[in-house]
């Protein structure tokens, strides 16, 4: 069993991924940072809570078989050539204004 780390841009969240036999499983866990990468007093509160009350800051999981994994990935794909072809129209047009 193997398990991967990451933490969302907005630093309030991670995902870990781990491998169970013939399956991955996705669990989301509250980190409790704010944007600016400090947590107001509500916002520690809230996640003392969670931890006392559940032993961690989990949120929830998902569990997936080598097909759905296989179709993720390729969902995943998908959007990254999204995000570069907007990339791409972004820059084309700043050096159509420069």
Wanted: hydrophobic share 35%; proline share 1%; net charge negative.
């Amino acid at each position: 069993m193997s398990k991967w780390y990451v933490e969302c841009d907005c630093k309030t969240h991670l995902i870990g991924v781990e491998t169970w036999d013939n399956m991955v499983c996705m669990s989301f866990f509250e980190m409790g940072h704010c944007c600016d990468g400090r947590i107001s007093l509500k916002g520690k509160w809230h996640l003392i809570k969670q931890i006392l009350k559940k032993g961690h800051p989990y949120m929830d999981s998902v569990i997936f078989q080598k097909r759905t994994v296989d179709e993720f990935i390729g969902v995943l794909c998908e959007a990254r050539t999204e995000i570069l072809a907007y990339e791409e129209e972004e820059k084309r047009e700043k050096e159509k204004h420069d």
